[in-house]
């Protein structure tokens, strides 16, 4: 199997990641690995680490809000709390003919693109993934948004037969109803 992807003239592992993610993917040696049992995960973000689409599905909640100028989402319990240059994700996304451009808009946003790291050593390519940590940090601030995005890392991890995890969490304090 590891000679489908590693051979004398060919070394899938020294190919930028974007070229080869969907072969990987799709490889028998990724199908097989993936369903292996694993001894554990550590330094495991809750933020970074739960698919984009669990982000999306909280852009779709009536109190996230975002804001283009500064690139951070925020919670908004109550529209008095709101801050100045920050729109809910709902209307924002009611400008775009299909809701759908505005989702990928923010996939763009969430993840970091090949285009971001095209080229660049691991320490550059860091640069760009920590503005994207601050960007959807506001998020994970609120309780029953943390309490989605840990079980899908969970379920994730459950998924992929990890028994241990270690979580980290670096936010701060969070927030709920109460505030």
Not at 25 to 52: F, N, R
């Amino acid at each position: 199997m590891k000679e489908q992807l590693v051979t004398p003239l060919y070394n899938v592992t020294i190919h930028d990641f974007y070229a080869v993610k969907d072969g990987l993917i799709e490889s028998q040696l990724y199908q097989v690995l993936s369903k292996m049992p694993k001894g554990g995960l550590h330094h495991l973000h809750t933020t970074a680490a739960p698919h984009v689409d669990v982000f999306l599905e909280l852009t779709y909640e009536p109190m996230t809000y975002y804001n283009e100028r500064e690139g951070l989402f925020k919670v908004f319990q109550e529209i008095k709390d709101k801050e100045d240059g920050f729109m809910t994700c709902q209307e924002m996304r009611s400008f775009y003919e299909n809701p759908k451009e505005y989702d990928e808009i923010l996939k763009s946003q969430i993840l970091l693109t090949h285009e971001e790291s095209a080229g660049l050593e691991s320490h550059d390519i860091w640069a760009y993934f920590q503005h994207k940590f601050s960007r959807i940090g506001g998020l994970a601030k609120y309780k029953p948004y943390f309490a989605r995005l840990l079980r899908a890392n969970i379920d994730a991890c459950i998924a992929q037969n990890i028994f241990i995890v270690e979580l980290r969490h670096t936010s701060g304090c969070l927030q709920d109803e109460q505030k």
